[in-house]
């Protein structure tokens, strides 16, 4: 469902990531330097992270779909290039290899390898399934969805991530004003988060992480304001807003949970602890609290949207766990990859562009709209709707 199409292709150390997107109207000005390569920057910060990130500085072409600096309607195509690509020229060889080329037969325990292998017949050589499942594909997976958060806040909407606990170290802010005030905080903590001693407690337990060859996983938020009511839909499963978020999360590596709102909170409380009041002010509909994480019956309130994701440790061990080596059958040590030790603060990056890309989609689906002329208009009539006196007038319409 929803109005954009996005593809990817491109393996972890092949040549190149590609990405279309496809569906966005036209007028946006889109400038690759000033609107996507600085969210690519910051996926690739982060404490935890290995060495590939200090070969790798992500850049996005942008090869169709803009002129002149401002989206046409047409596809739009992305290029980022694989740095370290250069050194695996021989091994990622799209022709023939003309060398011999070492395989890899021990799948890691949590990783795509041996379901990967056994659905595609790879056991003889499990690279052919790990390229394509690392978390490398979340680089232009960010480039498209940066492109979907330019054209969100052209329309005013404000989106914000951080880190809300590593490893079990938690740090949160009390309110989403906090949060979003927070902003300068988020983005020069190592780690995301948003408190002191809870960034300087989760560094450390990175470290010890490091020093037992081990890895940490851990929550991410995400949140979204002034976003206008009744994006999604309650008449048809596939059209619920809450269901497209949590699979667009729930499909980024090493995701293994999505939360809106109170989430897995609310079952432990009652109803009238839980739902949000509703009430007027100054004429308007508002509400006394965002339980409901901005979402009720599939549709936007007009409240923000709190999303959290919960991220399993990575699941390439430097000491790792017992596996079986598919070319001999004999049990062994799992397979060890150059790998990152936590990879959290990159996934409250991830997680803010891929929910700016199912968000793009269903306004653009709910508001229709080829120019963002036409988009603005119309999301100026749906925000007038908040008003009682033109509600009750649409209720008047015959
Ligand atoms: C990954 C393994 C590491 C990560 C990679 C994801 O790559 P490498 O094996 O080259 O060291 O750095 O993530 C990225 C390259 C990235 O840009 O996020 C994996 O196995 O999933």
């Known amino acids: 469902m929803g109005r954009l199409r996005i593809l990817t292709a491109g393996e972890s150390h092949g040549q190149q990531l590609t990405g279309i997107l496809e569906g966005m109207p036209a007028g946006l000005s889109l400038i690759a330097e000033r609107d996507i390569d600085p969210v690519l920057l910051e996926r ?17 072409i942008i090869l169709s779909g803009v002129r002149n600096g401002v989206t046409t309607g047409a596809p739009i195509a992305l290029s980022i290039q694989n740095k370290d690509w250069v050194h695996w020229k021989e091994r990622m060889s799209v022709e023939p290899f003309r060398s011999e080329v070492q395989a890899v037969t021990i799948p890691r325990p949590g990783h795509a390898d041996l379901a990967g292998a056994i659905k595609y017949g790879h056991a003889s050589d499990l690279r052919n399934v790990f ?19 330019t054209l969100l806040r052209a329309l005013d909407f404000e989106s914000i991530s951080f880190v809300a606990a590593i490893g079990g170290i938690a740090g949160e802010a009390d ?43 851990g929550i991410v938020a995400c949140m979204i304001r002034n976003v206008p009511a009744g994006i999604g839909s309650h008449v048809q499963w596939d059209r619920k807003l809450d269901g497209l978020l949590a699979q667009a999360v729930m499909s980024i590596q090493a995701v293994k949970g999505v939360e809106i709102g109170a989430g897995f909170h609310a079952s ?18 508002s509400r006394t609290r965002n339980n409901s994480g901005g979402i009720e019956g599939g549709m936007s309130t007009g409240e923000p949207i709190v999303l959290r994701a919960a991220m399993k440790p990575i699941s390439t061990l430097m000491q790792p766990l017992g596996s079986v080596d598919l070319s001999t059958g004999e049990s062994t040590k799992a397979h060890i990859e150059r790998s990152d030790v936590c990879a959290v603060p990159a996934l409250a990056v991830i997680v803010e562009q891929v ?26 009539i749906r925000r007038a709707r908040y008003s009682l006196e033109i509600l009750r007038n649409d209720l008047a319409q015959p």
């Open 44 to 60: 690739q910060k982060g404490y935890g992270r290995g060495r590939r990130q200090q070969i790798e500085h992500d850049t996005a």
């Open 131 to 149: 390229e394509r499942a690392s978390a490398r594909e979340t680089a232009m997976r960010v480039a498209l969805g940066a492109i979907a958060n």
């Open 175 to 217: 309110t989403i004003e906090d949060i979003f005030n927070a902003r300068q905080i988020i983005s020069v903590s190592p780690v995301r988060m948003l408190s002191p001693d809870a960034e300087r407690r989760a560094i450390e337990k990175i470290d010890q992480a490091k020093s037992n060859g081990d890895t940490l996983g």
């Open 268 to 285: 432990h409380r009652f109803g009238s602890e839980v739902h949000d009041g509703i009430g007027t002010h100054d004429g308007t509909i």
């Open 355 to 380: 929910v700016a890309l199912t968000m793009a989609s269903e306004l653009l689906e709910t508001m229709g709209g080829d120019t963002m002329t036409e988009l603005r208009e119309r999301i100026k």
